[in-house]
């Protein structure tokens, strides 16, 4: 059951995927992301098996498919927060197994499912400690000064940085976990259901910035169970079901 | 107006054992939602240890500090790398009861029956940091060791307060409390701030015990008693807040000894429980255990 999805039409730089879910390689460089034979088991339950898939650098993919499927425990293995075998590469370094810290060090930021905030701290602290792997030996204050630029791309969240984190709306504390993992000055970013739970109007302005995202040279592998969602910002996507990753056979134009 | 300062100088003595249990307690349960309920057994082994092998095994005083402190930081650090690394690291941890009382109250009953083995059941006391006659400042006297005591305390709250507030790595430790899995998003361990606070408070306690020991001497059995004044004051002080809990502490004791002084000594816990119950009913928010299972 192969079937293809081509994403936006945008004349982006990577030309997606020459086959099998694979991103073409530009002049010898690694790819953005490699992701070879990762499997992710629960106890005895299989939740992915032997995925592969590699992202170009300033590549959108989308991973698609229902839910329970394996996508989330897929990203959240890549960004090693759960165990896993197999190899995760970025830009060519590989990273260990397990260890988020490397993750974050490398450039892999992730904007999990349901956010993860810190509710009993600001929105100030919250979008500051996405830094914490290069500032956490300095004062918070400078640490502030190091990130605050990230509030250009969203601006609203000014008048709510002294504002405990978990008294925002849905729709804020997305924009707050998005703007922590930007914080972290991502080379890769992977987003997993980024709009769930999120009303259509709101879910619908995540993706116009996602979008804005996907414009620039960043590279981001986007979880969705929404293809049109999905479609709206990805440059392709691939199908995880039953824990593989379905390749498709034909390139986005 | 003597009597009144006395009173003063008497309760902000208590009141700091108190507050600095309490900083140790809010502090660590902070950064992982658990009540260290073995603090007071760390001042115990602190007091009692330091008696020990300087009396008996004549160590000079300072050594046999340092000797001391070392050991109650081995033996946290050993506990949560033998019993909380594999209970939270390894097998995911839980939440509820167990994870918040039970762990560190085994701690605490493990430490009481090493220590009844090995010193047996006397009260001990470690000799005094500042010996002499008690201090006479304007109309009240002092123990000196109750200003060691005073002033530890203040200087702990404060440091442990400017931690959390003014650094990137005091803020990824409250983060740790807040989500696990958040903070190990951006690349915090919460891991090794779990262990570094529970090894920082446990040191902390034992230098308190070594101070304080002069006043009211130890047993192998003082410490549950420590800690459960310590969960008091970390309650006034939501426990999360170890500023605060040294503040709340102070207060208090100032509260009972006054108390005591001018109405009787009967009360004392009637006023402790008395100021807990009126929080509960008019500020429950104060308390902040609603947000610490988040």
Excluded at chain 1, 100 to 114: D, F, I, Q
Excluded at chain 2, 39 to 57: K, S, W, Y
Excluded at chain 2, 184 to 210: E, K, N, P, Q
Aim: net charge neutral.
């Amino acid at each position: 059951m192969a079937a293809a999805w081509p994403g936006r039409q945008t004349g982006h730089g990577s030309a997606g995927p020459a086959a099998g879910g694979q991103a073409s390689p530009e002049a010898g460089k690694p790819p953005a992301l490699e992701i070879e034979r990762v499997s992710v088991s629960y106890g005895k339950f299989l939740a992915v098996e032997s995925a592969t898939l590699s992202v170009g650098a300033g590549e959108c993919v989308a991973v698609i498919g229902p839910n329970g499927h394996g996508k989330s425990s897929m990203v959240t293995a890549v960004a090693g927060l759960v165990r896993r075998g197999g190899t995760v590469r970025v830009f060519g370094e590989t990273l260990p197994a397990g260890d988020p810290g490397a993750a974050v060090r490398a450039g892999l930021v992730l904007v999990p499912e349901r956010r993860h905030l810190y509710p009993d701290l600001t929105t100030r602290d919250n979008i500051m400690l996405g830094s914490y792997s290069r500032t956490r030996r300095i004062r918070a204050r400078q640490a502030w000064e190091d990130v605050s630029g990230v509030l250009d791309m969203f601006p609203e969240l000014t008048r709510l940085l002294d504002q405990k984190a978990g008294t925002l709306s849905g729709g804020q504390q997305q924009m707050v976990a998005i703007a922590r993992a930007m914080a972290a000055e991502p080379r890769v970013l992977l987003l997993d259901e980024p709009c769930l739970g999120l009303a259509e109007a709101v879910a619908r302005r995540v993706y116009d910035w996602l979008s804005m995202m996907a414009e620039t040279d960043m590279t981001i592998l986007l979880v969705e169970e929404n293809p049109v969602h999905a479609l709206m910002v990805a440059d392709r996507a691939v199908r995880m079901y039953k824990g593989l990753v379905e390749r498709p056979e034909v390139a986005p134009a | 107006m003597s009597e009144f300062l006395n009173l003063l100088a008497a309760g902000l003595t208590s009141g700091a054992i108190y507050g600095i249990f309490g900083a140790c307690l809010a502090v660590w349960f902070r950064v992982c939602n658990i009540l260290n309920l073995a603090v007071g057994d760390f001042a115990m082994i602190g007091a009692i240890g330091t008696a020990e092998i300087v009396q008996q095994d004549h160590v000079p005083f300072a050594a046999g500090i340092a000797v001391v402190l070392a050991a109650a930081g081995l033996v946290a650090w050993s506990f949560d790398r033998l019993v909380l690394h594999f209970a939270f690291d390894r097998r995911g941890g839980g939440h509820g009861i167990v994870s918040v009382f039970f762990y560190t109250f085994g701690l605490s009953l493990v430490l009481e029956g090493v220590a009844k083995a090995v010193f047996g059941t006397d009260v001990h006391g470690a000799p005094e940091i500042w010996p002499g006659p008690a201090l006479a400042i304007a109309g009240f006297h002092v123990q000196r060791a109750g200003v060691l005591v005073i002033a530890l305390a203040i200087v702990s709250g404060l440091v442990l307060w400017a931690y959390l507030r003014f650094t990137v790595s005091g803020r990824a430790a409250s983060a740790c409390g807040e989500s696990v899995l958040g903070s190990r998003i951006v690349g915090i361990d919460s891991a090794l701030f779990r262990r570094r606070i529970f090894v920082a408070t446990a040191v902390l306690a034992a230098l308190f015990g070594i101070v304080e020991s002069p006043l009211s001497g130890f047993t192998y059995l003082s410490g549950p008693t420590i800690s459960l004044i310590g969960v008091v004051a970390a309650g006034f002080a939501a426990f999360r807040r170890p500023g605060r809990a040294v503040a709340a502490g102070l207060a208090i004791g100032v509260a009972e000894a006054m108390l005591g002084g001018y109405v009787s000594t009967s009360y004392n816990d009637v006023l402790l429980y008395a100021i807990l119950f009126g929080i509960i009913i008019l500020r429950p928010e104060v308390l902040g255990l609603r947000t610490a299972a988040a």
